[in-house]
């Protein structure tokens, strides 16, 4: 009787929920405006990420932000995309913030006095136009946002041999809500 008790304790232990909150994009917002698909969205930090980055541990974060048209029968088919790598430094002894965003094209970087505004301004994507609406069919297309968190930059070779070492922190994807749009060409 009291090893089926504790067998069901230890067993329930395995079975309850943790609650552990990590790092989170806010729900990609695509809508149509001026004839452009725009996206708006960002990520929530964890904790760790956090206190890593006040402790001077710099961070590298890409955001890519994929167009999908939606098939029902078939994978879905991917459209347009952007790739935004934005990078944050912090010097904890001259209370100094750093942060570069890079699209491909330009290369942008700001210093901040204040932490919660190198962040705000770094984690926040707002009205990006991704695609104008006279270049694709009438369907149905979701926006797809994965962002990634890369720990180190290990040479390609030392990466196969050590595959059991992690190179990123973290990768995370969300969808949109559908998109209907489109013109007849």
Known sequence: MVRTILSLA???????????????????????MNEEIVVSTGLALDEK???????????????YIDLFRFWRMWPDEFIAGKKIVKTLRSDPIKKEYTATTFDGTTLIEKRFKRF???????LTIKDLK??????????????????????RQLPPVIGYLLFFVPEKDF???????PLGTGTEK
């Open 116 to 122: 919660d505004s190198m962040l705000d301004w770094t």
């Open 49 to 63: 990420n956090i206190s890593d980055l006040k402790n001077g541990i710099a961070k590298e974060i890409t955001f």
């Open 130 to 151: 991704l695609i104008n609406i006279k270049e694709l069919q009438p369907s149905n297309y979701y926006v797809k946002v994965t962002v990634e968190s890369r720990l």
């Open 171 to 177: 990768k995370l994807s969300k969808d949109s809500l």
């Open 10 to 32: 230890f067993f329930s232990l395995f079975l309850t929920p943790l609650s552990v909150s990590g790092a989170d994009i806010i729900r990609p917002d695509a809508r149509v």
